[in-house]
């Protein structure tokens, strides 16, 4: 599991009071050391407010940080970046209404192939979040891109969007 933290306040003083207290939850935690990353049942993800530098600095990490589309290019290994967040509108002029365009739906498959194949997560946030078609469209086609999270304010109607449109069927009955 995932849990983001976005910090609005200072990043390096935020960072580093937040670093002592995931200490504690060491054990819980998918800890980086040395440069060898130990799953854990929780990966803590920086968003916001990102001390990028004093992260990559540190030989002990209890937490990563949420990338963005600028980083597709680099090599950063998954332990330091597991997860690339953008804002959509930046990225693609399309809003749910009608066809995406196929260079639009090209450049969010590429997306996603790239940030999978180097073992990070994908969300977007900005996409449409008032109920209706359009919103439902693009979650539709976030899903079939496999997009990995989602972002919206109406965890209701996610909640009911997901229910219709499962991403994870269950296997078949025997």
């Keep these: 599991m995932q849990f983001l933290v976005d910090i609005k306040s200072d990043a390096e003083a935020t960072y580093r009071a937040l670093h002592e207290e995931l200490r504690s939850y060491e054990a819980f935690l998918t ?27 540190q030989t002990t990490r209890y937490a990563g940080i949420d990338g963005r589309l600028t980083d597709l290019g680099r090599e950063v290994p998954a332990g330091l970046m597991p997860l690339v967040s953008d804002n959509w509108l930046l990225h693609f002029r399309w809003l749910g209404g009608g066809a995406i365009p196929d260079d639009e739906r090209a450049r969010l498959g590429g997306i996603v192939a790239t940030a999978h194949g180097r073992g990070w997560r994908v969300r977007f946030w ?11 469209t693009i979650w539709l086609k976030l899903l079939r891109a496999g997009v990995d999270y989602v972002n919206t304010d109406d965890l209701a109607g996610l909640r ?15």
Excluded: K
Excluded at 126 to 136: F, I, K, L
Excluded at 160 to 168: C, G, N, S
């Design 31 to 57: 800890v980086t050391q040395g440069g060898e990353t130990r799953p854990g049942a929780v990966q803590v993800v920086i968003s916001g407010n990102r001390p990028r530098d004093v992260m990559q600095q």
């Design 126 to 136: 900005a996409t449409p979040d008032s109920p209706g078609p359009e919103r439902e």
């Design 160 to 174: 009911q969007f997901l229910l219709r449109h499962d991403p994870a069927p269950s296997a078949p009955s025997r």
